[in-house]
C-alpha cells in the first residue's frame, strides 16, 4: 500500500466543504435544538449533494467530506453519517423497490434515516441482541423487544433494525429488516446524552414486518451490520481527525497570540512541544484513516485491520488533542458554547460507539493471528 496522499482536486474539494460547513450549515446547525434531529440540517446536505455523495462515492470521499465538515460544523458531519449508517443496508443490500422508496429522499434531504443494532443487553457483543423477530405466518414475524441508544431514534423516518430470527444462533440468526418508523406498535424515547447528536430508544410492541422488509436474507443479517461498519468505521476515525484539527488550530491562533510571562504562550518550550506533539499524533492518525480508506476502496483483504487500527488510534488521538487544547486554552475553554467546550463533549463517544478501543483492538489481534495461521 503506498504512502497516502491527497491529489489538488481532493484539497480543493475539502477546502470548498470546509467552506461550506462554516457558512452554509452552521449557521442553521445553531438554529437546531439540542437532542433532536434537525431536518433544516439535513434537507441543506441533501441540497448542497452531499448525501447522494455517501452512495456514489467510496470511503476516501466520506472521509473526506466526514473529516472537513467535522473541522467547522460538527452537528452537520453528525446528520450527514447518521443517513449514511442509516441508508447505506438499503443502498447495498436493499432490493429494488426498496431503493426506490427510501434512497430519493435520503439523497435529497427530505428522508431520515437510522440504524439500529444496539441494545441494552447487546452492546459491543451485538451478536447476543434478542429483539424477537416472531413468525406470523409465512415469511412475515412480528418484532418485540428494545433498542437503545439509537442515534436519530425516535425521530427518524425508517430505521435499519436488526431483530433475532432464529434463537440460540448468534450472529447467524438474525435478520435486517427496513422499518418505516410509521408501523403499527413502534413507539420510542429521546435520551438525555453528553454528545450533542440527537438520540433515543425504540420500543416495539408484536409490530409487523413481512419479507419484503427484510434487508439481504433472513438470518444473514449480521454481515449487513458487519458491512455497514466496515465502511464506516475508518470514517468515524477522520470525523475525529477533524475535530482534533480543529482544536489544534484553535490552540495554534490562541497560543501564538496570549500573553504570558512577558512573551507569548507559544514561547513557553513546554506549550510549543505540547503543540507539536498534537500536530504529530492528528498527522499519524489522518494517515491510517485514509490508508484504511484506500484498501476499502481497493477491496484490500485486510479493511477489517486497517479499518479498526483508523478507528482506535484517530478517536483515542482526537480526544488527547481536543483534552490538550483545553489544557492550552485554560479557563476560557469551559465556557459554554466555547469550540473546544463543544468538541470536549463530542469527541468522547466515538471512543465507544460503533466498536469500543478496546473491540477494536480484539479485532486487529484476531486478524493478526488469523494472518499468522494462514501463513501470510
Ligand atoms: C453517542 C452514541 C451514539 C450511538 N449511536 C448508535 C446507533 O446509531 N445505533 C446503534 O445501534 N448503537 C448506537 N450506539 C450504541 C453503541 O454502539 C454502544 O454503546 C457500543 O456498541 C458499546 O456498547 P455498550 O454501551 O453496551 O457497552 P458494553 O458493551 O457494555 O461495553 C462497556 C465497556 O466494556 C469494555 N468492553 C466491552 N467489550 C469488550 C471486549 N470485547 N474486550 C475488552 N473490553 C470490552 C469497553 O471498555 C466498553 O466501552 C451509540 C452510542 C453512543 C454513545
Not at 448468534?170 to 420510542?188: E, H, I, K, M, W
Request: one cysteine or more.
Amino acid at each position: 500500500m503506498p504512502a497516502f496522499s491527497l491529489d489538488p482536486p481532493q484539497t480543493a474539494w475539502c477546502a470548498e466543504l470546509r467552506a461550506l460547513a462554516a457558512e452554509r450549515l452552521r449557521p442553521l446547525a445553531e438554529k437546531g435544538e439540542p437532542g433532536h434531529v434537525n431536518r433544516p440540517l439535513v434537507a441543506e446536505l441533501g441540497q448542497l449533494g452531499l448525501s447522494q455523495r455517501l452512495f456514489t462515492s467510496g470511503a476516501v470521499d466520506l472521509c473526506l467530506m466526514r473529516e472537513s465538515l467535522a473541522y467547522a460544523c460538527t452537528e452537520a458531519e453528525t446528520a450527514l453519517a447518521l443517513q449514511g449508517l442509516g441508508a447505506y443496508p438499503v443502498h447495498a443490500y436493499g432490493t429494488p423497490a426498496q431503493r426506490d422508496r427510501w434512497l430519493p429522499g435520503v439523497a435529497e434531504g427530505s428522508t431520515v434515516a437510522a440504524f439500529a443494532l444496539s441494545e441494552p443487553g447487546a452492546g459491543s457483543d451485538a451478536a447476543a441482541l434478542e429483539l424477537a423477530a416472531e413468525p406470523d405466518g409465512p415469511a412475515r414475524w412480528r418484532l418485540t423487544g428494545e433498542k437503545c441508544w439509537i442515534s436519530n431514534a425516535p425521530e427518524a423516518d425508517f430505521y435499519t433494525v436488526f431483530a433475532r430470527t432464529t434463537p440460540g444462533a448468534g450472529a447467524r440468526g438474525v435478520t435486517a429488516f427496513l422499518l418505516p418508523a410509521d408501523r403499527p406498535g413502534l413507539t420510542g424515547a429521546g435520551l438525555d446524552m453528553l454528545s450533542p447528536h440527537p438520540i433515543g430508544s425504540l420500543d416495539f410492541e408484536a409490530v409487523p414486518v413481512t419479507a419484503d422488509d427484510v434487508l439481504g436474507e433472513p438470518d444473514r443479517g449480521f454481515r449487513v451490520a458487519m458491512g455497514t461498519l466496515n465502511l464506516f468505521r475508518p470514517s468515524v476515525g477522520a470525523f475525529a481527525v477533524g475535530m482534533a484539527q480543529a482544536a489544534l488550530d484553535a490552540t495554534l491562533a490562541h497560543t501564538a497570540r496570549r500573553d504570558a510571562f512577558g512573551g507569548k504562550l507559544k514561547d513557553l518550550q513546554a506549550v510549543a512541544h505540547q503543540v507539536a506533539e498534537m500536530a504529530l499524533r492528528t498527522e499519524a492518525a489522518r494517515l491510517m484513516v485514509y490508508a484504511a480508506a484506500t484498501a476499502y476502496d481497493e477491496e484490500a483483504p485486510d479493511v477489517p485491520r486497517r479499518a479498526a487500527m483508523a478507528k482506535l488510534l484517530a478517536t483515542e488521538t482526537a480526544q488527547y488533542v481536543v483534552d490538550r487544547a483545553v489544557q492550552l486554552h485554560g479557563a476560557r475553554a469551559l465556557h459554554r458554547g466555547h469550540l473546544l467546550e463543544h468538541l470536549y463533549r463530542e469527541v468522547r463517544a466515538p471512543r465507544v460507539y460503533e466498536g469500543a478501543s478496546e473491540v477494536q483492538r480484539g479485532i486487529i489481534a484476531k486478524e493478526l493471528y488469523a494472518d499468522m495461521e494462514a501463513g501470510q
